[in-house]
């Protein structure tokens, strides 16, 4: 607490293991039909984030027991892809990622609402949007060991929507 508006702190997460899946369609030559495909892609992998976020909240005044706040935040958050699989089934393809880890910035903006339980304890209501920036996987290699180039499969603009509940406890 810098003041009776002003609030910081500082955050360590680790975002855990999700799966990814999509399934792409592509013509070779456009033929004009859009009913018509020459293959499609279907991808699978894990990403994960470890997030590091120094945070800044401005208190916009008590209204029946009730303060609105606002903040944001800005850090690092370093993005892995892992077990990345490219099934290609009309053209027998299958391409594999082995794991790959990069760092990128990391911002957030806050919103929510707080209420005193008593003079130490707060419950809080929050929102954050949160933007970790992109992510790849490894060097792409065909299931016979083939790899002519470097050919990462990128994940641009990882974003997240973060709804939260928490207690804040003052330590004075």
Known sequence: QV??????????????????????????IDDGDPLTWDGTNDYRAKKSEWLLMANAYVDLGTFAGITPYVGAGLGASRNTISSFRDVNVPNNGVAYGPGHSEWNLAWALHAGLAMDVNDRLTMDLGYSYLHMGDASSGDLVAFNGVNAVNNPMKFEDITSHDFKFGLRYKLH
Do not use: N, Q
Request: proline share 0%.
């Open 3 to 28: 003041s009776s508006w002003l609030r910081t702190d500082a955050t360590v997460e680790y975002r855990g293991k999700a799966d990814f899946a999509a399934l792409d369609r592509y013509e070779t």
